[in-house]
């Protein structure tokens, strides 16, 4: 296994632990301190930690019984391609989601997150 593949899978591999884990400290902490991250295509993109660890308070107080995968694309030093599944409840209403997207990730020499884009689809019950 290659450096950039070993950093992205073990990105990945924090990234859905600490969305499972509702954790938004350790979410935030893997991007660098001027990251981005685009949820949607549409809307401007979070910059700096700060605003990423409030978005991902929110996330953690409005979803329980996160389950993350993904599948490694493309890996390498400048640009890192996954597809990502993540199935929750967003409380209240009690709505099971299930969500199927892909990540465009650029990491820096560290392993932290310079880049975040991705593009998802919803469905609900």
């Known amino acids: 296994m290659g450096k950039d593949l070993i950093a992205f899978k073990s990105w990945l591999d924090a990234y859905g632990q600490a969305w499972e884990n509702r954790n938004p400290e350790t979410a ?73 997207g892909i990540f465009l990730i650029s990491l820096d020499e560290e392993g932290r997150c310079r880049s975040l884009r991705e593009w998802w689809h919803k469905q609900q019950k």
Not at 53 to 69: L, M
């Open 28 to 100: 935030a902490a893997l991007f660098t301190e001027d990251g981005s991250y685009q949820v949607m295509p549409f809307l401007e993109p979070m910059r700096g930690r700060k605003a990423i660890f409030e978005y991902w308070s929110e996330v953690a107080r409005t979803q329980e019984n996160i389950r993350f995968a993904y599948e490694i694309l493309v890996a390498n030093a400048e640009l890192n391609i996954a597809r990502w599944s993540a199935s929750f409840v967003i409380v209240p209403p009690g709505l099971q989601t299930q969500l199927d």
